[in-house]
């Protein structure tokens, strides 16, 4: 990881509150090496008006004291919240719950709560998760490891 790199992710992650520095919240497991994940946590960060939210990265070795039931495969597919009575909510239904946490997002809580819409929510949640490193990436940059899961191993330029 490049200095700059470095720099940016101790930037972000002192700018968004964890779960020690907010004890009894909602706490929302995020990519913190994809841009859209961050651009998106940090958007909630701003909404979350009433302090209801911590942050941590799912790269972060305290997520295992926060979902030891978590697997990280399952943590790179969608953003997960785990609530303060400690259940689990994923992907879309993780935001669709957050629609009822946050005030500044109950304007699209009906939209996501109509009757039998979930699948369809989820099914949209999964195609932009699965497609969010290539949407997020600068042209060129190399985002290691997370690069391979979504997009397979490196070709060899030379061959």
């Known amino acids: ?11 972000e992650k002192k700018s968004l509150p964890s779960p020690e520095d907010r004890p009894e919240t909602d706490v929302v497991i995020y990519d913190g090496h994809c841009r859209i994940c961050t651009g998106g946590v940090r958007i909630l ?28 495969d399952q943590m790179m597919e969608e953003m997960w919240v785990v ?38 929510w989820s099914w949209l949640y999964q195609k932009v998760a699965a497609a969010r490193y290539r949407f997020g990436k600068n042209t060129g940059e190399d985002c290691g490891d997370a690069c391979a899961i979504h997009f397979g191993p490196k070709k060899n330029s030379e061959t």
Do not use: C
């Not at 490049?2 to 720099?7: A, D, L, R």
């Not at 305290?62 to 039931?69: F, L």
């Not at 946490?101 to 039998?116: D, E, K, S, Y």
């Open 1 to 11: 990881m490049s200095t700059q790199t470095q720099t940016q992710a101790r930037k």
């Open 45 to 72: 960060y701003r909404l979350d008006l009433g302090r209801r939210l911590s942050f941590l990265s799912l790269h972060d070795a305290k997520v295992a004291e926060v979902a030891p039931n978590l697997t990280h």
């Open 83 to 120: 609530d303060v009575q400690g259940r689990q909510h994923s992907g879309a239904g993780a935001f669709r719950y957050l629609t009822r946490r946050i005030a500044m997002l109950w304007p699209v809580m009906p939209l996501l709560h109509i009757p039998g819409s979930l699948p369809l």
